[in-house]
């Protein structure tokens, strides 16, 4: 799916050296969420997930993170609701972490990190016909952000966990089929925050409303270590680099308001 094989990221570090801000940017991710001053918004609509699992088709390490890639030709999976006024399309999802559970997530509540945090990338397939035609456009992705905190063991991503060390190196690809990312949602998905945000690595696109979970959900450590032991590297290279801290540094508000769905 071109939302996911085509970009090439400037990622050059684990922390990737970029630009700390967009040059210009007004609206970039990710944030911390400081709950006393987001805004109840009465008029957020139930949020509805529709996934099909059938649309899953592989995994693939690209260097940053792994990626789980979904056919995103059709409407078959897709998003709406919640702060959205059109029908999202869900093209992949993926994860930050860091090398120790003290941190990893990119976006913070009230300063607290997070072991790791899930991203589900979607693009506005009412007006683009493209991920890359919806990632130049301020209304163009929808992005659900899901926090891992350490607790039970995640059944439905161990499904994942056990095909990692098939793409431990960066530009390895594995088929994968029959996963429903709605079971790495939280129980509660109508408690959650918005606001206008970006992509967190280059091209750092002004285009994205994040939803972001206030529910976590629980994974063992020895998954999230199994997450650690992927590689930056590529199988050629001699330095074998662990994929750890693949999060960007937080941004500024500059004034934006987050909105919650909840009191
Ligand atoms: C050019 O298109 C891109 C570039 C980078 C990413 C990955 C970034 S954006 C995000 S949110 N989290 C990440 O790690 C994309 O993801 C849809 C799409
Ligand atoms: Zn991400």
Same mark, same amino acid.
């Given at each position: 799916?071109?939302?996911?094989?085509?970009?090439?990221?400037?990622? %050059?570090?684990?922390?990737?050296?970029?630009?700390?801000?967009?040059?210009?940017?007004?609206?970039?991710?990710?944030?911390?969420?400081?709950?006393?001053?987001?805004?109840?918004?009465?008029?957020?609509?139930?949020?509805?997930?529709?996934?099909?699992?059938?649309?899953?088709?592989? *995994?693939?390490?690209?260097?940053?993170?792994?990626?789980?890639?979904?056919?995103?030709?059709?409407?078959?999976?897709? $998003?709406?609701? +919640?702060?959205?006024?059109?029908?999202?399309?869900?093209?992949?999802?993926?994860?930050?972490? +860091?090398? /120790?559970?003290?941190?990893?997530?990119?976006?913070?509540?009230?300063?607290?990190?997070?072991?790791?945090?899930?991203?589900?990338?979607?693009? !506005?397939?009412?007006?683009?016909?493209? &991920?890359?035609?919806? #990632?130049?456009?301020?209304?163009? %992705?929808?992005?659900?952000? #899901? &926090? $891992?905190?350490? +607790? !039970?063991?995640?059944?439905?991503?161990?499904?994942?966990?056990?095909?990692?060390?098939? *793409?431990?190196?960066?530009?390895?690809?594995?088929? &994968?089929?029959?996963?429903?990312?709605?079971? %790495?949602?939280?129980?509660?998905?109508?408690?959650?925050? /918005?606001?206008?945000? /970006?992509?967190?690595?280059?091209?750092? /696109?002004?285009?994205?409303?994040?939803?972001?979970?206030?529910?976590?959900?629980?994974?063992?450590?020895?998954? %999230?270590?199994?997450?650690?032991?992927?590689?930056?590297?590529?199988?050629?290279?001699?330095?074998?680099?662990?994929?750890?801290?693949?999060?960007?540094?937080?941004?500024?508000?500059?004034?934006?308001?987050?909105?919650?769905?909840?009191?």
């Amino acid at each position: 799916t071109v939302c996911s094989s085509k970009y090439v990221l400037s990622a %050059l570090h684990p922390m990737w050296q970029g630009p700390l801000v967009a040059p210009g940017g007004n609206r970039q991710s990710p944030i911390d969420i400081q709950v006393r001053k987001t805004v109840f918004d009465p008029h957020f609509k139930p949020l509805s997930p529709e996934y099909d699992p059938r649309t899953c088709s592989q *995994v693939w390490n690209n260097g940053y993170s792994f990626l789980v890639e979904y056919d995103d030709t059709t409407d078959k999976s897709t $998003l709406k609701g +919640g702060p959205l006024e059109d029908t999202f399309r869900l093209c992949q999802f993926h994860f930050h972490w +860091g090398e /120790s559970n003290a941190w990893g997530s990119e976006h913070t509540v009230d300063r607290r990190l997070f072991p790791a945090e899930l991203h589900l990338v979607h693009w !506005n397939s009412d007006k683009y016909k493209l &991920f890359e035609e919806a #990632v130049m456009e301020e209304n163009g %992705l929808a992005v659900i952000g #899901v &926090f $891992l905190k350490i +607790g !039970n063991r995640h059944e439905g991503l161990q499904k994942l966990v056990d095909v990692l060390p098939a *793409v431990r190196h960066k530009d390895s690809v594995v088929e &994968f089929t029959r996963f429903d990312p709605a079971c %790495l949602l939280p129980a509660n998905i109508d408690d959650y925050w /918005s606001y206008a945000g /970006s992509l967190t690595t280059p091209p750092l /696109s002004e285009a994205v409303t994040w939803i972001i979970m206030k529910q976590p959900i629980e994974v063992s450590h020895d998954q %999230l270590a199994v997450f650690r032991s992927l590689l930056f590297t590529s199988a050629e290279e001699e330095v074998q680099k662990s994929m750890v801290n693949n999060f960007r540094v937080q941004q500024p508000l500059k004034g934006r308001t987050v909105r919650s769905s909840f009191t």
